[in-house]
């Protein structure tokens, strides 16, 4: 089974400011790699699929990065509407399909 | 526009069991394979298992092995999932997902249902 491990835990940045999350998997997922992002309250919402694809309507800000074991999610200039909590999947191999823990976004 | 909407939040019993639905629209339901993800209270996404509606094929986690049954209802393009022998650790949030390749599974996850909250209490 592949173990995702996302880091920080926790980020506080402010708004206007750059967020960059990691995501690191056990063994190499090539570039099969998506992240989500979770709002309280709300079902996760795809962002970003393939390591670097971003998916229909998210606005650019959001990007991806990162292939084999090593990934990053980059928000560029964050928004109020960007507090959330992240999560990385792989689905390269499966079963089972593997979320890391997720990264808190806080406000600074 | 593509839909999954769930069945409404439940209160259960130790030991019962509870079945939640996953109504589809907007796709042609056999085409793609579901997910069921659990969501603890402030906790993280575990995948579950999932079902081919075109076979009603199945594939569990480990962990919820023998204690979950995944089906789809092809006449009214609804997912179900059965979790049994229920105990307090099973408190947690329950989505469903569709998976995006078609007639396969191995994708990333897209869209998913609002969520059923299961409270496991005596």
């Known amino acids: 089974e592949i173990v995702m491990t996302q880091s920080p835990a926790t980020l506080s940045v402010s708004p206007g400011e750059r967020a960059t999350l990691s995501c690191r998997a056990s063994q190499s997922v090539s570039s099969n790699l998506a992240w989500y992002q979770q709002k309280p309250g709300q079902a996760p919402r795809l962002l970003i699929y393939g390591a670097s694809t971003r998916a229909t309507g998210i606005p650019a800000r959001f990007s991806g990065s990162g292939s084999g074991t090593e990934f990053t999610l980059t928000i560029s200039s964050l928004q109020s509407e960007d507090f959330a909590v992240y999560y990385c999947?792989?689905?390269?191999?499966?079963?089972?399909?593997?979320f890391g823990q997720g990264t808190k976004l806080e406000i600074k | 526009e593509v839909q999954l909407v769930q069945s409404g939040a439940e209160v259960k019993k130790p030991g019962a069991t509870v079945k939640i639905s996953c109504k589809v629209s907007?796709?042609?339901?056999?085409?793609?394979?579901m997910h069921w993800v659990q969501q603890a209270p402030g906790k993280g996404l575990e995948w579950m298992g999932l079902v081919d509606p075109e076979d009603g094929e199945t594939i569990y986690a480990e962990k919820f092995q023998g204690r979950v049954t995944i089906t789809a209802d092809t006449s009214t393009d609804t997912a179900y999932m059965e979790l049994s022998s229920l105990r307090s650790e099973d408190t947690a949030v329950y989505y469903c997902?569709?998976?995006?390749?078609?007639?396969?599974?191995?994708?990333?996850?897209?869209?998913w249902g609002q969520g059923t909250l299961v409270t496991v209490s005596s």
């Open positions: 907007g796709y042609t339901f056999t085409d793609y394979y």
């Open positions: 997902a569709t998976d995006v390749w078609r007639d396969s599974p191995g994708g990333w996850f897209d869209p």
């Open positions: 999947q792989q689905y390269n191999n499966w079963p089972p399909w593997s």
